[in-house]
């Protein structure tokens, strides 16, 4: 496999947060960072964001460091939404979406760097033009279409409720 000291830590907290995020999607129909599974899913996702600037397979910077970098601004900016904007239900939306969004960006370098190292010797892909690669990404934006249109609904359904109970208590 031929990975780093840094790139082995960067694999394992990486999985961490991506097992984290689905035990969320799971149990909540989205990744909430007020859940245990949640906090893992943002300190690991930054952690594997920061880590992954200080690898590179084909040297420099490249598209796996610019996606990066904008999951770093997705998570801070849901996490400050979750923190300093609890009482908005305009901010639920952009959480949600956001935290969804850097998810799905997290799995296109992940599923480029599993297929074409794994299984060892033979890996399920040659290249990232793999129509492997392609096929399972094209799969992953479906997904997270869907997802995001149920998030969107769901929040939509809970918004509502709190109205509706602000309003009988008023």
């Known amino acids: 496999m031929g990975l780093s000291n840094l790139g082995i830590f960067h694999t394992i907290v990486g999985v961490a947060a ?5 035990v969320d999607f ?11 599974s949640g906090k893992i899913y ?10 992954s600037l200080g690898i590179s397979k084909h040297g420099g910077f490249n598209a796996g460091h610019a996606f990066s970098i904008f999951i770093i601004f997705l998570v801070l900016g849901a996490y400050f939404l979750n923190s300093k904007r609890k ?58 279409a869907a997802g995001s249109i149920f998030q969107f609904r769901k929040q939509q359904l809970i918004n509502k409720n ?9």
Do not use: C
Request: hydrophobic share 50%; charged share 15%; glycine share 4%.
């Open 87 to 144: 009482n908005s239900a305009r901010a639920r939306y952009f959480e949600n979406f956001w935290l969804s969004f850097s998810f799905f960006l997290s799995l296109v370098p992940t599923v480029n760097e599993t297929f074409t190292r794994i299984p060892l010797g033979h890996p399920l892909a040659k290249d990232i033009k793999d129509p492997v690669i392609g096929n399972t990404l094209l799969v992953l934006l479906l997904f997270f």
């Open 18 to 22: 991506i097992v984290a995020a689905a």
């Open 42 to 51: 943002f300190y690991g996702t930054i952690v594997t964001s920061l880590t």
């Open 26 to 36: 799971i149990r909540y129909g989205k990744i909430n960072l007020n859940t245990l």
């Open 162 to 170: 709190k109205t509706l109970k602000q309003q009988n208590f008023a």
